[in-house]
């Protein structure tokens, strides 16, 4: 059911209820809902049940009186066909054919703005997502983030929100420290495992590519910094660091730009130090009384705010706990306007939810409770060749992104007839951004590469996509002008598979507002697969180029709805819309 016909369902019931609650206190609040059984009906209203006893009336009775004034109210138009009261008083609504029939028209109407809304006009949202350590490449589990950050991000932009994708460097600290000792002992011709190898070094074949990379004193750049040029001393370490950390930055940004995701802004970490955001923070919340010191170590009183326990801020070697430099990024996103914030990270990262939240509450300056908002993904696990895949020869210890995005591309993806030519890597980017998208967050997901390389049912992205290639066959046998269909009578469109599909078809802007609401895009993949579903089933029970000129027309029309609703899905998600398969 379409917005307005809904809020014009709203109107009606609302005006059946001002004489019956006239002289109380009484505010309701009608709400609709769609049947789970479809042979209850298209639309339930169970606000009889609800204002029964404060009313002290029958909630049969009651609803008797709402379904005779409503019907009353629109008998002169062409949207409820019957209402029937079930149970104690559910009430049920049947909406005419032509009222079901609308959604093709405005489908047609809108296009890629159908779903559209200006919920969030005027507001502002940031959302910060894979901020990946620059000490490797990026792994599946930063995949999963981008995945959900770029879908959650789309989801606000469709609602009208002013969205700012942001990746926050941790480029500060014992991991960056590390990264340089490992490279620099490359650069010496050490190897993992060797005598003289440093302790906890990392081993992947990546650190020798940097130390080349280092000693023949080549330039690097990432995409928003400035460039890096190698000393190639290999006692250098400063030189090693900065070079280093460059080199992985522009690794991981081809790795984003394979899995078709960018950021609007980067945000360093050293930057908080030296701006001097984090002593700030501290002194701010020193000053605060908040905190007080202890063997040695300076405490912030977090059990004030709900956390289990008092927690660390400054260590006795006078270096700050990893959550306090949080507390001052976060206070630089509250300053810089957003006054909506969401953070995608890893299930690891739920123990520091509650000392960040706290950290800012004591500040007091203004930031709401609550703030900023989480949402926490749990693992994956990668199978291939029925076994799972544990460790990346080039990352050494875990699978890459780019490792799934090139074996769920398949071996057949070079341009054809072209020696040498680079592989197309959209179908991997397509199977990986769809499977990562396609669980809730907080499940774990096993990600099947053989899974995402079949072309069968079984593979959820490539039977949304199947369905799309199916209609986009289906309009050019057809081979007439598709402008035309936005004005063809829809009247025959009355078979039982057509109903479904445009049931199907109206859900999606609720949908849309409802993944929003629960901050979970996983919900589009769900529609999608749902609507592909309903697509398939009717091609396989209904011939659409009929002999039938007006039926013929209608059934176009359907499918051409169909398709945009389908593109509009998918291209939220980041998914391509193949037009052969």
């Known amino acids: ?10 109107d009606l019931f609302n005006a059946a209820l001002q ?36 009313l002290k009336k029958n909630p049969r009775e009651l609803a008797q009186t709402l379904v005779a004034a409503v019907l009353a109210a629109s008998k002169q138009g062409n949207l409820i066909e019957a209402v029937e009261i079930a149970g104690p008083g559910f009430i049920n609504l049947r909406l005419t054919a032509a009222a079901k029939q609308q959604v093709v028209k405005t489908v047609l109407q809108e296009a890629a703005a159908y779903g559209k809304s200006q919920l969030g006009a005027g507001k502002k949202v940031l959302v910060e ?42 480029d500060a600290g014992v991991q960056i420290a590390t990264l340089a000792t ?8 050490f190897k993992p495992g060797e005598a003289g190898w440093p302790e906890n070094a990392y081993n992947g074949d990546y650190i020798a590519d940097i130390a080349q990379d280092f000693l023949a004193k080549k330039t690097v750049s990432a995409s928003d910094g400035e460039p890096a040029t190698a000393s190639g001393d290999i006692e250098d370490i400063e030189s090693i660091r900065k070079f280093a950390v460059a080199y992985l930055r522009r690794e991981q940004d081809l790795d984003l730009q394979a899995f078709g995701v960018k950021f609007d802004n980067y945000y360093l970490e050293s930057s908080l130090y030296k701006d001097g955001k984090v002593n700030g923070a501290v002194e701010a919340l020193i000053a605060a009384g908040v905190t007080y010191e202890l063997d040695g170590a300076l405490w912030l009183r977090t059990t004030d705010y709900g956390d289990d326990k008092d927690r660390v801020m400054k260590k006795t070697d006078g270096t700050y706990t990893y959550f306090v430099p ?33 950290g800012l509450q004591a500040l007091n300056i203004g930031i709401p409770q609550g703030y900023p908002d989480y949402v926490l993904h749990k693992m994956v696990t990668v199978m291939k060749n029925g076994e799972e895949v544990k460790i990346s020869k080039r990352a050494g210890s875990y699978v890459t992104l780019r490792d799934l995005i090139e074996w769920s591309a398949g071996e057949d993806t070079a341009a054809e ?20 998208i396609s669980r809730k967050a907080d499940t774990e997901f096993v990600f099947d590469v053989d899974l995402a390389l079949a072309k069968s049912d079984e593979n959820p992205v490539y039977y949304v996509q ?45 949908m849309l507002q409802h993944a929003l609401e629960e901050l979970g895009p996983h919900q589009v993949a769900f529609y999608l697969r749902d609507l592909a579903g309903e697509l398939h089933s009717y091609y396989n029970a209904e011939r659409v180029l009929v002999d039938d000129e007006a039926l013929k027309m209608a059934r176009l029309a359907l499918m051409y709805a169909t398709r945009q609703v389908l593109r509009n899905g998918l291209a939220l998600l980041g998914v391509s819309t193949p037009t052969r398969m």
């Open 1 to 10: 059911m379409l917005a307005p016909q809904k809020q014009q369902i709203i």
């Open 19 to 54: 004489p019956i609650v006239a002289g109380t206190e009484l505010q309701p609040t009608v709400t609709l809902e769609r049947p789970r059984d479809p042979s209850h009906g298209d639309v339930a209203c169970n606000i009889a049940m609800q204002l029964a006893k404060p």
């Open 129 to 170: 997502f894979v901020s990946a350590n620059p000490t490797g490449p990026l792994h599946v589990g930063h995949g999963r983030q981008g995945a959900l950050g770029d879908a959650l991000s789309a989801l606000f932009e469709v609602q009208g929100f002013d969205v700012t994708r942001e990746f926050y460097y941790n």
């Open 182 to 189: 490992s490279v620099q002992a490359r650069a010496k011709g």
């Open 326 to 358: 949080d507390v001052a990024y976060h206070v630089v996103k509250w300053q810089r306007g957003f006054g909506k914030v969401i953070n995608i990270q890893g299930s690891d990262h739920h123990g520091t939810i509650a000392r960040v939240r706290a």
């Open 417 to 436: 007839g072209v020696a040498d030519s680079p592989r197309d890597l959209t179908r991997g980017r397509d199977a990986v951004r769809f499977f990562l």
């Open 466 to 510: 199947y369905a799309h290639a199916r209609i986009c066959s289906v309009l050019a046998q057809w081979t007439g002008d598709e402008a035309s269909l936005a004005n063809v009578d829809l009247s025959p469109l009355v078979a039982p598979r057509e109903a479904s599909l445009l049931a199907k078809l109206a859900e999606y802007p609720d």
